[in-house]
């Protein structure tokens, strides 16, 4: 298997915080705002898009939309069940995983812990069957420190899971990742407990072309 060599995709300006809503209960899930502010791009190469224009495509008609909704719920209740934190953004196209990075590393560090691997290695599954999913890995930091620092630790963590997760893919193709630092805090990092919460990695699962064909098809099970 061959993994793909990239740049890892690290810009402020590119970057749109993205409204997400949480799957408090996956029989009802929650629709995020609208997003006006950023289009989509469907140029064919997943890592030549930044972070926005991978997650509002491929596009998806509306005839599939909603059949493609209610699979993503069926994966966020798996997902729940296995104890991660799930919401959505896209109106309910797109899960986003959120793991927070204290799990995933010791402070300061760039090595995922041993005690990580599993809660890391259940997601080679969605890279599995090509064409189902594309997913992006985001990691984030806090406030704690340089900019510089925050640029460095972000892109050698995402750097670090994402040659790790692709070793346990058949489709590493399929995966993206970006490195934000601290420009996309989820609360103000004025406590210890909120800067714990913005030091996370978000995992986008987002449909590809084979989900949608399934939609058009009426064969998305």
């Keep these: 298997m061959k993994i793909r060599h990239i740049l890892i995709a690290f ?34 190469d997943i890592f ?8 509002l495509s491929p596009k998806i008609g509306s005839g599939q939309k909603n059949q493609i909704v209610e699979y993503q719920k069926r994966q966020a209740k798996e997902l729940i069940e296995k104890g991660y934190s799930v919401s959505s953004t896209r109106d309910g196209l797109v899960l986003v995983v959120t793991i927070e990075a204290d799990k995933l590393f010791v402070p300061n560090d760039t090595s995922m812990r041993a005690s990580a691997q599993p809660m890391m290695k259940f997601f080679s599954h969605y890279l599995k069957d090509a064409g189902m999913w594309k997913m992006l890995l985001v990691m984030h930091t806090d406030n704690t420190g340089s900019p510089k620092y925050l640029k460095k630790i972000s892109e050698a963590r995402v750097d670090f899971i994402y040659y790790w997760l692709s070793e346990k893919s058949d489709h590493p193709e399929l995966l ?38 399934l939609a058009k098809e009426n064969k998305l099970k």
């Design 11 to 44: 810009s402020f300006a590119a970057a749109v915080c993205f409204p997400l809503s949480v799957f408090s209960d996956v029989s009802n899930v929650l629709t995020s705002k609208a997003i006006s502010t950023v289009t989509s791009d469907d140029a064919d």
């Design 48 to 55: 030549d898009k930044t972070i926005n224009q991978n997650i």
């Design 176 to 213: 993206v990742p970006y490195a934000l630092g601290g420009t996309c805090p989820t609360l103000p990092n004025n406590s210890m407990e909120n800067r714990e919460k913005n030091r996370r990695l978000e995992i986008y699962l987002i449909p590809a072309e084979k989900m949608i064909k």
